[in-house]
Protein backbone atom coordinates (compact mmCIF):
# COMPACT_ATOMS: atom_id res chain seq x y z
CA UNK A 1 0.00 0.00 0.00
CA UNK A 2 2.82 2.38 1.01
CA UNK A 3 4.71 1.96 -2.76
CA UNK A 4 1.42 2.35 -4.15
CA UNK A 5 0.70 5.65 -2.18
CA UNK A 6 4.61 6.85 -2.94
CA UNK A 7 4.28 6.19 -6.96
CA UNK A 8 1.24 8.49 -7.14
CA UNK A 9 3.06 11.56 -4.74
CA UNK A 10 6.50 10.75 -6.18
CA UNK A 11 4.90 11.87 -9.93
CA UNK A 12 3.09 15.00 -8.23
CA UNK A 13 5.79 16.22 -6.62
CA UNK A 14 8.39 15.72 -9.39
CA UNK A 15 5.64 17.30 -11.68
CA UNK A 16 5.74 20.05 -9.36
CA UNK A 17 9.51 20.46 -9.03
CA UNK A 18 9.56 19.60 -5.12
CA UNK A 19 12.50 17.75 -4.30
CA UNK A 20 12.75 17.79 -0.97
CA UNK A 21 11.49 18.22 2.54
CA UNK A 22 11.50 21.40 3.03
CA UNK A 23 9.47 22.59 0.02
CA UNK A 24 6.13 20.81 0.77
CA UNK A 25 3.66 23.22 2.45
CA UNK A 26 -0.05 23.21 3.07
CA UNK A 27 -0.71 24.55 -0.29
CA UNK A 28 0.65 21.49 -1.88
CA UNK A 29 -1.71 19.18 0.07
CA UNK A 30 -4.58 21.37 -1.35
CA UNK A 31 -3.41 20.78 -5.04
CA UNK A 32 -2.67 17.69 -4.61
CA UNK A 33 -6.20 16.59 -3.22
CA UNK A 34 -7.56 18.38 -6.45
CA UNK A 35 -4.71 17.17 -8.96
CA UNK A 36 -5.32 13.36 -7.65
CA UNK A 37 -9.11 13.94 -7.54
CA UNK A 38 -9.08 13.44 -11.05
CA UNK A 39 -7.78 9.90 -11.07
CA UNK A 40 -8.47 8.55 -8.01
CA UNK A 41 -11.54 9.15 -5.17
CA UNK A 42 -11.15 11.86 -2.79
CA UNK A 43 -11.10 8.58 0.07
CA UNK A 44 -7.38 7.57 -1.81
CA UNK A 45 -5.73 11.30 -2.15
CA UNK A 46 -6.49 11.54 1.73
CA UNK A 47 -4.79 8.14 2.54
CA UNK A 48 -2.24 9.56 0.08
CA UNK A 49 -1.79 12.85 1.79
CA UNK A 50 -1.66 11.27 5.67
CA UNK A 51 1.27 8.54 4.33
CA UNK A 52 3.57 12.14 3.27
CA UNK A 53 2.18 13.03 6.92
CA UNK A 54 4.01 10.17 8.09
CA UNK A 55 6.94 10.47 5.70
CA UNK A 56 7.38 14.37 6.72
CA UNK A 57 7.61 13.28 10.35
CA UNK A 58 10.36 11.17 9.60
CA UNK A 59 12.21 14.25 8.50
CA UNK A 60 11.34 15.62 10.81
CA UNK A 61 13.62 13.10 13.10
CA UNK A 62 16.26 13.28 10.47
CA UNK A 63 16.87 17.18 10.68
CA UNK A 64 15.62 18.07 7.42
CA UNK A 65 12.35 19.91 8.77
CA UNK A 66 11.85 21.34 12.01
CA UNK A 67 8.07 21.00 11.11
CA UNK A 68 5.52 19.31 9.67
CA UNK A 69 3.11 21.50 7.81
CA UNK A 70 0.80 18.10 7.26
CA UNK A 71 0.47 16.85 10.78
CA UNK A 72 -3.37 17.57 11.13
CA UNK A 73 -4.41 18.59 7.80
CA UNK A 74 -8.02 18.47 8.64
CA UNK A 75 -9.40 16.32 5.81
CA UNK A 76 -11.84 13.94 6.39
CA UNK A 77 -12.92 11.02 4.11
CA UNK A 78 -15.93 10.68 2.73
CA UNK A 79 -18.10 7.99 4.19
CA UNK A 80 -17.67 4.81 1.93
CA UNK A 81 -21.09 2.86 0.81
CA UNK A 82 -22.37 -0.02 2.37
CA UNK A 83 -21.32 -2.96 0.97
Do not use: C
Amino acid sequence: VYKRHWRALERFLSLHGIDHAGLVTREVIGQYLKWRSETAGRNTAIGEIKFLGMVMREAIHRGHRSDNPISKPGLRKDPSPEK
